[in-house]
C-alpha cells in the first residue's frame, strides 16, 4: 500500500501498531541530564514518572531536521528501531512528538561509549578487538539481513553496558528497504568513509564492513588508518593510499583488516567470511549471539541510573525551557505516524510501504 505524500516530497513510511500497549507524552518523564549529542538532536536520560525505569531519550527539533532536509532520515532511524530487536542494538521503547520537537525513547546504557573506554585506557588488546568485533559483526549482520545499512559506525556509537557486552545506538543515518548498491548519499564520520561513497558511487551494505575495518584498526593503534587534520586530504588517501600497518599487528589480525579494507567494495570480505577468517578461530559464534562471551572488561558504574562513564556535557537549554516556545511551528504532516509504543503479546507490525 502506498504511503500518503507528504508537502517535503517524500513519503511516510512509518510502522504503526494497530493496538498501543501505553502511549507517551513527555509529561510521562522526568529528565535527569543531558548526556550527548547526535547529528540533529540531543539525548538525555529520563526516568518513568509512573514506572521509575531508566531510559535514554533523544530529543529531535522539527524547524532543524527541515531546514537540513533531514525528514527523511529521521523517518528511516524511527523505523530501524522499531523494526530492530537483536541483544547488540539499542531497544526502541516509544516515540512521540510535540509541536515543535519529535522524541524517540531507548535503552539507557550506563556503561558509556566505547570511544570514551578507548581514550582512557590506550590501544586495546587485540584479544579486546576480537570481542567488540564479534558482537559488532552480529548486529551488522542483523540489520544487513533486514535490508537496512547502518552507515554510521564509530566508537562513539558503541555503547558498553554494565554487564561489558555492547549496543549500537544512533541511527539517524541508517538506511531501510535498500537493495544491495542503490544508495548514493555520502554520509557519515569522515575517517569512516568508505572509497565508493567517497566517488559518489551507488553502494550498499558493503559501507559497514569498510567501516568495520576502520573501526577494528583504531581500536588496536588508537588511530585510524588514513586520519589527517585535512578532510580533503584524508579522503584522497582514503580513495587513493594503501594502509601501513602497526608491526605489532599480529598475521591474522592484518589478514582480516586486508579483507575489510579493500578499495574495491565487491571484493571485501562478506559477513560469513569474516567469521570464518583466523583471526575468529577461538570465537563460538552461537555462545556470541547469546550474549555468552566473557567481556573483557566492565566498566564502573553505580547503578542502572549512573552517569559517570559520560562526558559531562554543558546544556544550552532544557527540553521544555521558555526558547522553545520561540520556535517557528513546523508542518506536522510530516510525521504523521511517528508516534510508537513497545509492542506486546506479539503483536503485528503493520508497515505503510
Not at 63 to 83: F, G, H, P, W, Y
Not at 147 to 159: A, M, S
Not at 178 to 204: D, F, H, R, W
Request: proline share 5%; net charge neutral.
Amino acid at each position: 500500500m502506498g504511503g500518503t505524500p507528504s508537502k517535503d516530497g517524500s513519503r511516510d513510511s512509518f510502522e504503526t501498531l494497530s493496538i498501543f500497549k501505553e502511549k507517551a507524552t513527555i509529561d510521562d518523564f522526568e529528565i535527569l541530564k543531558y548526556i550527548g549529542k547526535g547529528h540533529f538532536g540531543k539525548v538525555y536520560q529520563v526516568r518513568h514518572k509512573t514506572t521509575s525505569k531508566i531510559y535514554a531519550m533523544k530529543t529531535l527539533k522539527k524547524s532543524q531536521i527541515q531546514k537540513n532536509n533531514q525528514i527523511r532520515n529521521t523517518k528511516n532511524e524511527r523505523n530501524v528501531l522499531a523494526k530492530s530487536s537483536h541483544r547488540f542494538i539499542v531497544k526502541l521503547y516509544y516515540a512521540f512528538k510535540t509541536e515543535k520537537k519529535l522524541y524517540l525513547v531507548m535503552d539507557y546504557v550506563s556503561g558509556g561509549e566505547l570511544f570514551t573506554h578507548l581514550k582512557s585506557r590506550g590501544p586495546f588488546p587485540e584479544s579486546w578487538v576480537r570481542f567488540y568485533a564479534a558482537e559488532i559483526l552480529c548486529a551488522l549482520n542483523y540489520l544487513h539481513m533486514k535490508n537496512i545499512v547502518y552507515r554510521d559506525l564509530k566508537p562513539e556509537n558503541i555503547l558498553v553496558q554494565s554487564s561489558g557486552h555492547i549496543k549500537l545506538s544512533d541511527f539517524g543515518l541508517s538506511k531501510s528497504n535498500i537493495e544491495q548498491s542503490n544508495c548514493e548519499t555520502v554520509c557519515g564520520t569522515p575517517a569512516y568513509l568508505s572509497p565508493e561513497m567517497l566517488k559518489c558511487e551507488a553502494y550498499g551494505t558493503s559501507v559497514d564492513i569498510w567501516a568495520l575495518g576502520i573501526l577494528l584498526f583504531e581500536l588496536a593503534a588508537g588511530t585510524t588508518p588514513f586520519y589527517h587534520k585535512n578532510r580533503i586530504a584524508m579522503s584522497k588517501r582514503i580513495i587513493n593510499t594503501e594502509i601501513v600497518y602497526p608491526s605489532d599487528f599480529s598475521y591474522e589480525f592484518k589478514s582480516l583488516l586486508e579483507g575489510l579494507l579493500r578499495k574495491e567494495p565487491k571484493e571485501r570480505l562478506s559477513a560469513n567470511e569474516v567469521k570464518r577468517h583466523p583471526f575468529f578461530e577461538s570465537i563460538d559464534w552461537e555462545k556470541v549471539e547469546q550474549g555468552l562471551l566473557s567481556p573483557p572488561f566492565i566498566p564502573v558504574t553505580f547503578g542502572d541510573a549512573d552517569t559517570s562513564n559520560f562526558r559531562e556535557m554543558e546544556i544550552e537549554c532544557s527540553p521544555n525551557s521558555p526558547q522553545e516556545l520561540l520556535e517557528e511551528p513546523c508542518r506536522s504532516e510530516s510525521y504523521s505516524g511517528f508516534s510508537f509504543a513497545e509492542e506486546s503479546n506479539n503483536m503485528n507490525i503493520n508497515e505503510l510501504k
